[in-house]
């Protein structure tokens, strides 16, 4: 069974970076469609960052362009989103979501969260000053 843990969010003043990783188990990164969301209270959860080893693609928000980065370390078995120059509307909860399901392109990955079924806890990111 599949399992995702998040870790690495908390306050950042803007302009600055944070690591978050999620850790699966269960499952190797290699099978999996694999992705960060962000949730903000009253609105659905929106892709930021989307992979997929089988397709050796990579998606990013407009909004996150530049500024974050999604890599993994297999031997680890984890995923990281690096974020950089961070601002207020960068802030949510973000979930590490992921599909076992064969998927053809990780844009349309993230566009649906709501047809992934695991999902880590979450990890609160909080820009502010």
């Known amino acids: 069974q599949l399992q995702l843990v998040e870790s690495g969010g908390g306050l950042v003043q803007p302009g600055g970076s944070l690591r978050l990783s999620c850790e699966a188990s269960?499952?190797?990164?290699?099978?999996?469609?694999i992705g960060w969301f962000r949730q903000v209270p009253g609105k659905e959860r929106e892709g930021v960052s989307c992979f997929s080893s089988a397709l050796d693609s990579t998606y990013y928000a407009d909004s996150v362009k530049g500024r974050f980065t999604i890599s993994r370390d297999n031997a680890k078995n984890t995923v990281y989103l690096q974020m950089n120059n961070l601002t207020p509307e960068d802030a949510g909860v973000y979930y590490c979501g992921a599909t076992v399901l064969r998927i053809t392109s990780v844009q349309a990955m993230c566009a649906r969260a709501s047809a992934l079924v695991n999902w880590g806890q979450g990890t609160q990111v909080t820009v502010s000053s």
């Open positions: 269960g499952l190797t990164l290699d099978v999996l469609g």
